[in-house]
């Protein structure tokens, strides 16, 4: 489509507080708090955010954002990249559709720039949503919803975009530059699938947040770019989505926003969001198996998802995308939670065991689009029983049962209180349900609250 | 292949510096100066690197590892990032064969690492000779040769894979932490092609070094990644090279791809297919004895759409246009540095003699710089025509080699925009020994060419 990075941008720079809804303002409340509370948790319940934090607290750059968790301050784009990379290492913030992980590569844009600028809560939430919502389009116009049709990990290849909209929001940049930030988005697209299950796959949130912050501020300054990246020869669509790619779609861009339709998934476990489908199934199951000793065989009928088998994952982060791992977790224990992806239970005795009766059937006829696939589990115990069960949608998810606002909540305090106290875990609760009335000085308080060590 | 990543992290932490023969080391001194020099002028003579200059100095980092041509030393990863800008921007550094840009995405590295380790010059050559080395070879093992083919901008594909080898030889990795590092480079590549002729290319280089030096710091301090990258479903080769040919990539090491097949030392300062046009161009203009009675220029070349711009929109855009710098050779019988200012592109000579070129792309003719053949026919207003023919600019596999002395000419010219007489001396000539150079002479080079001006 002709002119598309400019009549996009047009319309991008267009949108502002005005157009939020109510509908979104509910949402955007709950995923600030969504997103600060995985972080917390993330920065405590996993080693990797500490390396990085170490890594990028030796760069001793100037102390501009807070860093959560870590108690120190450095540049934006730094801050971003640690608290994205922090907020994504449990597999813990909502889903999207199509697949994608939105809030990690929106949310840390825009709470990096609320201590350099006078940023109030309704802006800082208007430019989530319009990072959300640019990537929703992009996903959605490229078609690609089957995993099994994904290069590249989604994140890495729509937040260097996306979290450029968000920036420019908050920046007040006009069309024009945020065409030329486009640009120079664009050229720091990228990711490879294969680090799914490792430590480099936070950093694929982090890094892509943080590099688009860089091109809108870059932007800013008067670094330019081909003004029309998306579109061009050997650009963004040409690159990424040659097969497909509806452009047009792109300028669907504003209310009622993607954000409240279609809308995301809360995660209600710290895990890739296919294993969560699985996770059901074993949890509704567990209740009726006595004794688990007594299992004889397990059998998981599921989509065509290779990245996510995985017999024996190497470490409990690798369980998150193992749907053997999270399948016998869900059996052996009735809960899955942070504590099921630490390497000690990982590798006790009754893990290992289970894990050997395990048998994974990948089906090329169930669709692995997330709001239309299902898993089939079948537990056969030593007597010759059969319990069986199909999990069609995890609660909180498009097909699943919602859940609830309380839920959700006790979600958000089990992982603030992974650092923080009572009055600590309170404010955070209470600032963040009111997110659009925030001040500056309150969103401050907010990150200072969220990026001390301990409280 | 089973084993790949494994395979060729062992062989590249074995190659050391006791496997550098001197062919080797005397091509390294060349491209270090080269690189250095063109970082040198290349800082000063566009206007890019100073709006990156300062969003780096505006993050006020630790202050580690010098900033060529600015004066000002910040966070070796951010260094690496702003130099290997500085090295890119005037396309002046040497070009290489599968076409890539293998010095600048390298050797800022190395310069990063100098202030902060205790590295030599025989190992920061080593270094250099290791990281081209990587990125020779997967461009070979890639099968991508012609333009029409590569998708990618090919330092922002190979850039970060090479850097994280270049900078893993001076932190002494071993194989284990060659391949995390390995995995974390490989979740940054990419580059647009659609970005070349602005100013965002020169970050491709840039970005590239900086984040293969990341990924390396990253993995010596054990954050980990797929140790198997390359082979990985959904990995490296199967994301971006899905013809690789891994048999080959274990040819790694000695005698070194910088001997053979070597590279090109360019002398203009402009996308490499443009050197062609310009040095058919310069021949042309010897037999036209007044270039205003030019009617008509016809120049015929490979499919590059990318070089096709009539009427770039900008003097740095000008670097990419085989229109342009073809009119500038006939129309001043140089291309040099300021061919490609604002100044020269807008002036009423050069819109006249836009307007009379015409290009022809034409399908059969190879799009990969070793075999690339151009012609050009001049016709002039009484009717007679002036032909000429590029197979090889000078400097190249199958142009004639350069002058002695004339790449020290280049090299003293990009050092002489900042610096005086007594300071280019003192950089040719500590380039001139890299291999028996003290850290202290590295840092002196660096002191050196980080002045502003002397």
Not at chain 1, 371 to 391: A, I, S
């Amino acid at each position: 489509m002709k002119h598309l990075t400019k009549k996009l941008c047009k319309l991008i720079t267009s949108i502002s507080s005005k157009d939020i809804t109510e509908a979104s303002i509910i949402k955007a409340r709950q995923l600030l708090l969504d997103g600060i509370s995985v972080a917390v948790a993330g920065t405590i319940q996993e080693t990797p955010p500490s390396i990085l934090a170490d890594h990028i607290r030796d760069q001793g750059a100037k102390p501009l954002s807070s860093v959560i968790g870590f108690g120190f301050k450095t540049t934006p784009v730094n801050a971003a990249y640690i608290n994205g990379s922090s907020m994504h290492v449990l597999d813990y913030e909502p889903m999207w559709a199509p697949a994608n992980h939105a809030l990690s590569t929106n949310l840390p844009t825009v709470l990096a720039l609320v201590e350099s600028t006078n940023v109030n809560g309704l802006d800082a939430l208007t430019a989530l949503i319009k990072g959300i919502e640019i990537q929703g389009w992009i996903r959605e116009a490229s078609r690609q919803y089957d995993p099994g049709k994904l290069k590249m990990h989604p994140p890495g290849l729509t937040a260097p975009l996306s979290s450029a909209v968000a920036a420019s929001h908050i920046l007040g940049l006009d069309a024009e530059t945020l065409q030329h930030a486009i640009g120079l988005a664009v050229s720091r697209a990228g990711t490879s699938l294969a680090n799914v299950g490792t430590m480099a796959k936070m950093t694929h949130c982090g890094l892509s947040g943080a590099m688009g912050l860089d091109a809108a501020q870059m932007a800013q300054r008067g670094f330019t770019s081909n003004p029309e990246a998306i579109e061009a020869q050997r650009g963004y669509i040409d690159m990424f989505f040659k097969d497909e790619f509806h452009g047009s779609e792109l300028l669907n861009f504003g209310p009622p926003f993607r954000i409240v339709e279609p809308g995301y998934a809360l995660k209600m476990f710290p895990s890739q969001y296919a294993t969560h489908f699985v996770i059901s199934a074993g949890l509704t199951l567990f209740p009726k198996i006595d004794d688990s000793n007594k299992i004889d065989k397990v059998k998981l009928t599921s989509p065509e998802m290779g990245y996510i088998d995985r017999s024996h994952p190497e470490s409990g982060l690798a369980g998150k995308f193992s749907f053997q791992y999270t399948c016998c977790a869900a059996l052996l224990d009735g809960v899955v939670n942070m504590a099921t992806f630490e390497d000690s239970r990982r590798f006790a005795p009754d893990m290992e065991k289970m894990l050997n009766k395990f048998e994974l059937c990948m089906s090329q006829t169930i669709p692995g689009k997330f709001q239309d696939m299902y898993v089939d589990l079948e537990v056969t115990m030593k007597d010759g029983t059969k319990h069986t069960t199909r999990c069609r949608g995890p609660r909180g998810s498009w097909n699943g049962d919602p859940v609830s606002v309380e839920e959700h909540l006790q979600k958000v305090r089990s992982c603030l209180d992974t650092r923080l106290n009572q009055s600590a875990r309170e404010r955070i609760i209470e600032l963040g349900n009111n997110f659009e009335m925030l001040t500056n000085t309150d969103l401050r308080e907010l990150l200072s609250i969220a990026s001390n060590s301990s409280l | 292949m089973d084993g790949f990543t494994r395979k060729i992290s062992e062989l590249i932490v074995k190659t050391n510096s006791g496997d550098l023969t001197a062919e080797a080391i005397n091509k390294a001194r060349q491209l270090f100066l080269d690189g250095i020099a063109v970082a040198v002028a290349g800082s000063i003579k566009e206007a890019p690197p100073t709006i990156l200059a300062n969003h780096i100095k505006s993050k006020g980092s630790l202050e580690q590892a010098s900033v060529i041509g600015f004066d000002f030393k910040t966070h070796a990863v951010d260094a690496a990032y702003i130099n290997g800008a500085s090295m890119h921007v005037l396309d002046y550094e040497p070009m290489w064969s599968p076409a890539n840009h293998a010095v600048s995405t390298n050797l800022p590295a190395i310069l990063s690492l100098i202030e902060t380790h205790e590295v030599n010059g025989l190992e920061a050559a080593t270094a250099l000779v290791k990281g081209t080395e990587t990125q020779g070879w997967l461009r070979q093992c890639s099968g991508d040769f012609d333009a029409k083919k590569v998708k990618n901008h090919p330092p922002g594909l190979v850039g970060p894979i090479s850097s994280c080898v270049a900078a893993g030889h001076i932190l002494q990795f071993d194989a284990e932490t060659q391949r995390h590092a390995f995995g974390i480079a490989a979740s940054r590549c990419g580059a647009l092609n659609a970005n070349a002729g602005t100013m965002v290319k020169m970050t491709h280089c840039g970005l590239a070094v900086s984040l293969g030096l990341d990924a390396a710091l990253l993995a010596s301090e054990k954050f980990t990644a797929n140790p198997d990258i390359f082979e990985a479903d959904n990995g490296y080769v199967q994301l971006y090279m899905p013809n690789f040919d891994y048999e080959k990539m274990l040819n790694f090491g000695a005698p070194f791809r910088l001997v053979d097949p070597g590279y090109s030392i360019k002398m203009f300062p402009s996308q490499f297919g443009t050197h062609f046009v310009i040095t058919a161009a310069l021949d042309a203009r010897k037999k036209i004895s007044d270039v205003s009675k030019i009617k008509q220029i016809k120049l015929t070349t490979p499919v590059m759409t990318y070089v096709d711009r009539p009427k770039p929109h900008q003097g740095l855009a000008g670097k990419f246009s085989f229109q342009y710098t073809c009119c500038a050779a006939l129309l001043d019988g140089e291309v040099v540095i300021d061919t490609f200012e604002d100044a020269r592109r807008f002036a009423p000579d050069m819109e006249a003699m836009l307007g009379k070129i015409k290009v022809i792309q034409d399908p059969n003719r190879p799009a990969r710089f070793e075999e690339q053949v151009v012609d050009l026919e001049v016709l002039l207003e009484d009717g007679t025509t002036v032909v000429a023919r590029c197979d090889g600019p000078r400097g190249s596999w199958h142009g004639k080699p350069l002058e002695p002395g004339e790449h020290e000419a280049k090299a003293r010219m990009c050092l002489g925009c900042r610096l005086n007489d007594r300071d280019t001396d003192r950089v040719v000539e500590l380039a001139y020994n890299l291999e028996c150079l003290e850290n202290t002479d590295l840092c002196e080079i660096l002191s050196i060419t980080s002045k502003t001006k002397s």
